[in-house]
């Protein structure tokens, strides 16, 4: 795996300062499973009567880990549960051997922590095609149980991060007609990020009181307009996951329909998403793609993933490049419905082209500026309808090609 020497320059200033969210504890710890001496598993153990939703890969090569959770989220259950993760190794196509990995990961977890294996949630990233040495992983497991401490996500963020160059975190806090609530997770992911979900692991945690169902709708819905609306090379992973547990601890009870929380939660999803965009493997640019007047919604996203996804936008972003034509490019490709004289494009509030040309008033040298910004905007309107879509994107550099052509080395 290629060798990260330097964090990304869009990284956050710091790892925010998580709460503690009553009810869940972490603990990490070195298993060895690819680099000797790299902190590479993490375990989260949710207190009983807590409830787990969650949103996985879409790839038809998703791993052992996402197949096993997914038929395992849908059951209600008053046991608690325990969260799995390892770093290194994907544990994705690997046959049966992969399925039995996951099946003697959750019984160890289950026999240490005396929960049923179906509330152990696994999930592994690394390399893709290499059985998992899971005996490495099961040999830590009464070690992590016995330093389970509730103010350990920093670490636990830590121990899942592959080529990310800084762990990712968010936290915040609601309140509630019933009283105050926290919530509080991380993630890791840097590249193979795109929509469905990416290579992504996210794990997110409150205290509320929620019942299952309307927690899995609320993370379903909120992971569509986060998590599904970020890309970096367009390349979707096998194991994407994301986790959340509500263990009930505040006391306060939320529903789907509570929208304050739902705000909150949503808000907190999108930083942890920009974040993975952030990190984008070899990123210096953050890029807002913001698509309106499509003939619908999906058209806009249609058109913004286009754009967002162009390796020549992607390189033009990154050579500071203002070269609009790229954008009208990407339009005219996307499939969607599209006129040539009905469009216009804007960098930032710079207006850059309009009605089948370059705008009267622009100038090469004003979109030269905007493009040295560490965060720039792209506005298309294309003019037919009230379709729109936002998408978050990075540019694409030589640093994305030195990561991913040494990957295994």
């Avoid at 939703?53 to 997914?70: E, I, N, Y």
Wanted: hydrophobic fraction near 45%; charged fraction near 20%; include cysteine.
């Amino acid at each position: 795996m290629a060798k990260i020497t330097s964090v990304s320059p869009l990284a956050p200033a710091a790892f925010p300062d998580l709460p503690v969210i009553d009810g869940v504890r972490f603990a990490s710890a070195a298993a060895g499973v690819r680099y000797e001496g790299r902190t590479d598993v993490m375990l989260a153990l949710l207190a009983p009567g807590s409830t787990v939703a969650g949103v996985f890969t879409r790839s038809a090569t998703r791993s052992a880990s996402v197949l096993d959770c997914q038929a395992k989220i849908g059951a209600d259950s008053d046991d608690g549960a325990a969260i799995l993760v390892n770093s290194g190794n994907s544990n994705a196509f690997t046959g049966k051997a992969g399925d039995g990995s996951v099946a003697a990961i959750c019984d160890a977890v289950a026999a240490a922590t005396g929960l049923p294996a179906a509330r152990v949630f696994t999930s592994s990233t690394g390399v893709i095609g290499e059985r998992l040495p899971h005996d490495r992983i099961t040999a830590k497991i009464d070690a992590l149980v016995a330093d389970l401490d509730a103010a350990k996500a920093p670490e636990a963020a830590r121990a899942i991060m592959t080529t990310d160059t800084f762990p990712k975190g968010a936290c915040t806090t609601v309140s509630l007609p019933g009283g105050e609530v926290k919530i509080a997770g991380f993630a890791k992911g840097s590249g193979m990020i795109a929509p469905d979900m990416a290579t992504m692991l996210v794990y997110v945690f409150t205290d509320a009181k929620i019942a299952r169902a309307d927690l899995q709708t609320l993370v379903g819905g909120i992971n569509d307009r986060t998590f599904n609306c970020i890309t970096v090379d367009s390349d979707t992973s096998t194991s994407d996951t994301l986790l959340m547990g509500a263990t009930g601890t505040s006391g306060v009870e939320v529903t789907a329909e509570d929208g304050a929380f739902a705000d909150a939660l949503e808000g907190l999803f999108r930083d942890l998403a920009h974040q993975v965009v952030r990190d984008g493997e070899g990123a210096t640019k953050f890029v807002t793609v913001k698509v309106t007047g499509a003939a619908s919604d999906a058209d806009a996203r249609t058109h913004a993933l286009a754009i967002a996804n162009s390796p020549l936008v992607k390189t033009a972003v990154a050579g500071e490049d203002p070269n609009w034509g790229r954008i009208v490019m990407a339009i005219g490709k996307s499939g969607a419905a599209a006129d040539r004289d009905s469009l216009s494009i804007r960098f930032g509030d710079l207006l850059v082209a309009e009605n089948g040309w370059v705008a009267p008033g622009y100038r090469e040298e004003d979109g030269a500026a905007l493009m040295k910004r560490p965060e720039i905007d792209i506005s298309v309107d294309i003019g037919l309808g009230t379709g729109s879509a936002t998408v978050w994107t990075c540019d694409l550099t030589h640093g994305y090609i030195s990561i991913n052509a040494d990957y295994r080395s």
